[in-house]
C-alpha cells in the first residue's frame, strides 16, 4: 500500500538549465496544483545521478529528467543512464524525461536507447511540456483546467452576443451549484450594479450597464401578467424594501425581449423582486449616544449600512467590528424601532464591558441619538419608551456582570489584552475571574485549601512540627506562585505570602537541594495570601 508522499514531481536538471528553463516550468506546474520540488535537484559535475533519483523517489511520486546538452556533458555512466527511464513503483513508470534544447540526432549520438522513449519537448513550449507531465502526474488537474478553458470561453460568446443585443450591456458568468436555487443565496449574491441574473444548469449570467446613469434612462422592459395577490405582494416590497419571490402561478407570464433573444427556450419559474444589491454596498459613518439622566454612553464612530429601504421603511444596520449589532427600523409618518444586541466572541474585555453597560442603559427614559459623521444629520433621535418596539433585554444578569467587571479589573491592573473566547465562561471561569480581581486590587485574597506543598529549608522543620503540635499560623513565601488564567491568558501575580494554620505533616521528601525538603500538608481553617506587586502604597 503507498504511503503520502510530500511532493507530486521532482525535477532532476543541470544547473546551467535551472533559470531559464526549470525554474519557469515549476511555476507553470504549480499553477495546475502540483507540488513541485526542484531547489534540492540541481545536478553538479561528481554527483550520483542514481543517488540524486533515489533520494527524489523517497519523497516524490515522480521525477522529471531535463535532458540537455549541459545534462549530457556530466559523463553519467551510459548503464545508469538507459537504465533511468525503466525506473518503476508499483507497477507504474515514474521518471518522465524532457528534452530540452537537444533534438533527437543528438541524443542518438549519445544513448539510442533514450532517444527512442517518448519524451516532452521544450521547443514545443513550456505549456506543452506541463500539459504532458500533468496529464500523467494529475490528470484531473489537467480535466478542471479544461473546464475552466470552456466556461471561460463560453462567457466570451455569451457577452458578444449580449453586446449585439444592447451594446449597453455586458454579462459576467459563473458556475453554481447544479439543483434547487436558494433564492436567499440567490439575493445575497447579487452584485453592486447588477441589472438582472439569470440562473439555469448550474450557470449564472448577471447582466450590467456599461453606463449606468444611462441605462437608467431607459432600463430595459419586462412584460408580465400578473395575479392579483403577486400585484399586491410587489407593492408591499416597493414600500418595505423586503425581497418578495413570485412562483409561475402568480406571475404566469413573463418575458423580455433581450433575455428571449438570448435564451429564447427559458421559461422562469418564479421571478424575484428586492432591493438594489447597491444599497448594501452604501456605508454611513454614524457616531451613537445613549443619555439617561447624567449617565451617557457614546460611540465616536459605527459604521451603519442599508440592509432595505422602500419608498414608506427603511432598515439600518451597524457593520463595525464591535461586541454589539444596532438595527433602527425607520418609518415615514410612523414610529421607529431600535435593536441591539451582543455578541462575544472574539472581542476585548473592554469593549464587552462598555457594549454590556450600553445595554443595560436602555430603560424608557434613555435618548437615543444616531448622527450621520459626513454632514452632521441627526438619522434618528427617541426616548426609548418612543420606539414601538425596543428589541433588547436590558434585565440585570448580575454573574454576568460580575464576571465582565472581574475579568476588565484583571486586564487593566496587568495591562493585558483579554479577548473572550467562542464558548460560554464557566463556573471556574467566574471562580478564577473574582479571585484575581481581588488579588489585582487588594494585593491580597483568602479562601480554602486541604493541603499544600511548598520547598523547606531543613533548618526550618523543626519549627514547622512546633507550628503543627501548638496550631500556630505559619508565614511562607513562594517566589513564583502558580500562574493563574482567565480564558487562556497567564496573569502573573508575582512573589506571595500565604499564612496559614497546618495541622499536619504528610510528607517531606529530600529535594535536589541536600538543604531543602519537598513537604507536604494538611492545612486548617482559611490560607490568607498577600502579593505584594498589587498592595496599596501607604503614603509616605
Known amino acids: 500500500m503507498s504511503t503520502e508522499k510530500e511532493w507530486d514531481v ?9 533559470e531559464d528553463f526549470v525554474r519557469p516550468l515549476a511555476l507553470e506546474l504549480d499553477t495546475f496544483g502540483l507540488r513541485v520540488w526542484f531547489d534540492e535537484f540541481t545536478l553538479k559535475l561528481g554527483d550520483s545521478l542514481r543517488e540524486r533519483i533515489d533520494e527524489g523517489l523517497a519523497l516524490s511520486r515522480y521525477g522529471a529528467v531535463v535532458l540537455s546538452p549541459a ?31 537537444l533534438g533527437k540526432v543528438e541524443l542518438l549520438k549519445f544513448s539510442p536507447l533514450l532517444a527512442d522513449k517518448v519524451a516532452a519537448n521544450s ?65 445575497a449574491g447579487a452584485k453592486p450594479g447588477i441589472i438582472a441574473s ?26 408580465m401578467v400578473l395575479r392579483q395577490e403577486a400585484w399586491e405582494k410587489i407593492e408591499n416590497a416597493l414600500k418595505t424594501g423586503e425581497t418578495v419571490t413570485l412562483d409561475s402561478d402568480l406571475a404566469p407570464e413573463v418575458s423580455s425581449d ?60 451597524s457593520r463595525s467590528t464591535l461586541p454589539l449589532t444596532l438595527e433602527f427600523t425607520l418609518r415615514v409618518g410612523g414610529t421607529a424601532t431600535f435593536s441591539l444586541t451582543l455578541a462575544f466572541a472574539g472581542h476585548e474585555i473592554g469593549e464587552i464591558a462598555k457594549a454590556r453597560a450600553a445595554l443595560k ?30 428589541g433588547s433585554s436590558n434585565t440585570p444578569d448580575r454573574i454576568l456582570d460580575e464576571f465582565i467587571q472581574a ?43 486541604h493541603s499544600l506543598s511548598f520547598s523547606c529549608p531543613v533548618a526550618e522543620l523543626e519549627a514547622l512540627r512546633g507550628a503543627v503540635k501548638l496550631g500556630s499560623t505559619v508565614c511562607v513565601q513562594f517566589p513564583k506562585p502558580p500562574t493563574r488564567h482567565i480564558f487562556g491568558v497567564d496573569v502573573d501575580t508575582g512573589p506571595c505570602f500565604m499564612w496559614f494554620v497546618p495541622s499536619e505533616i504528610t510528607e517531606a521528601n529530600p529535594s535536589e537541594n541536600p538543604e531543602v525538603l519537598r513537604v507536604k500538608l494538611k492545612v486548617e481553617a482559611s490560607v490568607k495570601q498577600v502579593f505584594p506587586r498589587f498592595r496599596p502604597q501607604s503614603p509616605a
Open 123 to 187: 521547443a514545443d513550449g513550456i505549456k506543452a511540456v506541463v500539459t504532458k507531465i500533468v496529464e500523467v502526474v494529475k490528470p484531473e488537474a489537467l480535466e478542471m483546467q479544461e473546464g475552466i478553458e470552456r466556461v471561460r470561453r463560453l462567457g466570451m460568446q455569451l457577452d458578444e452576443q449580449v453586446r449585439k443585443a444592447d451594446n449597453r450591456l455586458y454579462t459576467k458568468l459563473s458556475v453554481t451549484a447544479p439543483g434547487d436555487i436558494d433564492i436567499d443565496q440567490l439575493a
Open 71 to 101: 545534462f549530457l556533458e556530466k559523463n553519467w555512466p551510459a548503464k545508469e543512464l538507459n537504465g533511468l527511464f525503466a525506473r518503476e513503483v508499483e507497477g507504474r513508470v515514474v521518471i518522465l524525461p524532457i528534452w530540452h534544447k
Open 198 to 223: 439569470i440562473i439555469k444548469d448550474g450557470v449564472r449570467v448577471d447582466l450590467f450597464a456599461a453606463d449606468p446613469e444611462s441605462y437608467a434612462r431607459d432600463p430595459l422592459k419586462v412584460q
Open 10 to 18: 521532482f525535477v532532476c536538471h543541470a544547473s546551467e538549465d535551472k
Open 407 to 449: 475579568v476588565l479589573n484583571v486586564a487593566q491592573k496587568t495591562s493585558q489584552r483579554i479577548t473572550w473566547p467562542d464558548r460560554a465562561f464557566t463556573r471556574d471561569d467566574y471562580i478564577d475571574a473574582l479571585t484575581l480581581a481581588e488579588i489585582v486590587s487588594t494585593g491580597a485574597s483568602e479562601g480554602t485549601l
Open 258 to 317: 433581450l433575455v428571449s433573444a438570448l435564451f429564447p427556450k427559458l421559461s422562469p419559474e418564479f421571478v424575484v423582486f428586492g432591493p438594489s444589491p447597491d444599497l448594501r454596498s452604501i456605508k454611513i459613518p454614524a457616531r451613537l449616544a445613549l443619555k439617561s439622566g447624567i449617565d451617557q454612553i457614546v460611540y465616536d464612530f459605527i459604521e451603519i449600512g442599508v440592509d432595505r429601504a422602500g419608498t414608506h421603511e427603511a432598515v439600518l444596520v
Open 361 to 390: 442603559m436602555l430603560a424608557p427614559d434613555t435618548t437615543i441619538t444616531l448622527t450621520d459623521l459626513r454632514s452632521g444629520t441627526v438619522i434618528l433621535e427617541a426616548k426609548a419608551s418612543d420606539l414601538a418596539k425596543l
